[in-house]
Structure formats: C-alpha cells, structure tokens
C-alpha cells in the first residue's frame, strides 16, 4: 500500500484560498489514480476531487467545480488540491486516497491519509 500524508490545512476567512497537499510514499504512486475527500461534523465523508495516474483526466463533485483544481507531480510523489473561493461549507477534515477499487468517486480506496483540518470562516 501507498502511505500518504496531507498538509496545508488551516483557517481562512470565506472567498480565501488554501492548497492541500499530499505526499505518497512508494514507488508505485504514479501507477494509482488520486482523489480527495472531506468529512464535515456529523456528517459522512463525501468525495470531492479526483486524477487519473497520469493526470489528464480530473473529476471533481458539483459543490466545488469550478472552485477546486486537482493536481499531481509524479516526479514528486504528490497531489494537490488548489481550494479557492472557499465557502464556510467547504468547511472539513480533507482526506486524500489511493487506489480506487471501484469507481473514482465511492469511498473504496485502498490507502488513505491522516487527513488536515480545513476551517473557512464567514
């Protein structure tokens, strides 16, 4: 499995601007498509961005199209989530994933990181 670590979370008032990242550990990264989730209080976690292993083809929820860019650098082992015009819904536990086992969007991934707290203020 890959290991993964998100950094860049934080608090920022609403319209602001915040870029996750996600570093992989492991050799194999580039072969796995990428996606990044987020779990509010109480509620489930949901999925909000993913990449195909070679980065052409991204898919993203309708909450944040638009607003949201995912990315990644295989030479670095890492992905990206660019978050602008964040909304205090936007508000969440971010986490990115590795592997899916089923369609990008479920959350049957097969490795997982910690997760980084993303607070937007109104």
């Known amino acids: 499995q890959v290991q993964l670590v998100e950094s860049g979370g934080g608090l920022v008032q609403a319209g602001g601007s915040l870029r996750l990242s996600c570093a992989a550990s492991g050799r194999t990264f580039r072969n796995y498509p990428m996606g990044w989730f987020r779990q509010a209080p109480g509620k489930e976690r949901e999925f909000v961005a993913a990449?195909?292993?070679?980065?052409?083809?991204?898919f993203y929820a309708d909450s944040v199209k638009g607003r949201f860019t995912i990315s990644r650098d295989n030479a670095k082992n890492t992905v990206y989530l660019q978050m602008n015009s964040l909304k205090p819904e936007d508000t969440a536990v971010y986490y990115c994933?590795?592997?899916?086992?089923?369609?990008?969007?479920?959350?049957?991934?097969?490795?997982w990181g910690q997760g980084t707290q993303v607070t937007v203020s109104s």
């Open positions: 990449i195909t292993w070679s980065g052409g083809v991204t």
């Open positions: 994933a590795a592997d899916p086992r089923g369609t990008v969007y479920s959350n049957n991934y097969a490795s």
